[in-house]
């Protein structure tokens, strides 16, 4: 079955860490640009980070660059997401998203998501 | 960054109606345009890529088209499992944006 599974969110404090994780199943992770997608309750979709295939390329939303870290491990399958710095803002249900397979960032495939709770 | 919205933000009709939801850019993004289904609690649906293309297993009553700074999404007749959120993303330039969302309620 071709399927995203996210882990690690949680409650946290303002200015504490967090790390979030992906597995991927049933298709070649390894081909595709992941992104991390969030989403603030009651609110709409913002996308967060993406990389590329290999990992040579990121790119990150402005209201998280510098304090957020995109990465992967192709051996296993896994996207990761490091969120340092965080704020009541980053509060939200945070998305794994494959892209198309075109290297056109539209998202294709997504998992269930992991909520982040920041609040003190 | 682009500027995506869309209009209007809600909105209620019946089942069997025709339904136009509107996604304007702040700039052009030709035709790198997706649009997005989401229902409470779950995680969005890819609908529509490049604009107008249906993505595979998504119903015909669905369309898209547009380009540059203008697009829209038709239902072109509503059906009870189409009440949801409506959500368009640029994916011409990075910052990836999405529109604000367009939620379709029951009348």
């Known amino acids: 079955e071709v399927k995203l599974v996210e882990s690690g969110g949680g409650l946290v404090q303002p200015g504490g860490s967090l790390r979030l994780s992906c597995a991927a199943a049933g298709f070649s992770f390894s081909s595709y640009w992941m992104s991390w997608v969030r989403q603030a309750p009651g609110k709409g979709l913002e996308w967060v980070a993406n990389?590329?295939?290999?990992?040579?390329?990121?790119y990150y939303a402005d209201s998280v660059k510098g304090r957020f870290a995109i990465s992967r491990d192709n051996a296993r399958n896994s996207l990761y997401l490091e969120m340092n710095s965080l704020r009541a803002e980053d509060t939200a249900v945070y998305y794994c998203?494959?892209?198309?397979?075109?290297?056109?960032?539209?998202?294709?495939?997504w998992g269930q998501g992991t909520l982040v709770t920041v609040s003190p | 960054a682009i500027q995506m919205t869309q209009s209007p933000s809600s909105f209620s009709a019946s089942t069997g109606d025709r339904v136009t939801i509107t996604c304007r850019a702040s700039q052009g993004v030709r035709s790198n345009l997706a649009w997005y289904q989401q229902k409470p609690g779950k995680a969005p649906k890819l609908l529509i890529y490049?604009?107008?293309t249906l993505q595979s297993g998504v119903p015909s009553r669905f369309s898209g088209s547009g380009s540059g700074t203008d697009f829209t999404l038709t239902i072109s007749y509503l059906q009870s499992e189409d009440f949801a959120t409506y959500y368009c993303q640029q994916y011409y330039i990075y910052p990836l944006v999405f529109g604000g969302g367009t939620k379709v309620e029951i009348k």
């Open positions: 998203a494959r892209d198309s397979g075109t290297d056109l960032e539209y998202f294709y495939l």
């Open positions: 490049a604009a107008s």
């Open positions: 990389i590329m295939q290999d990992g040579r390329e990121k």
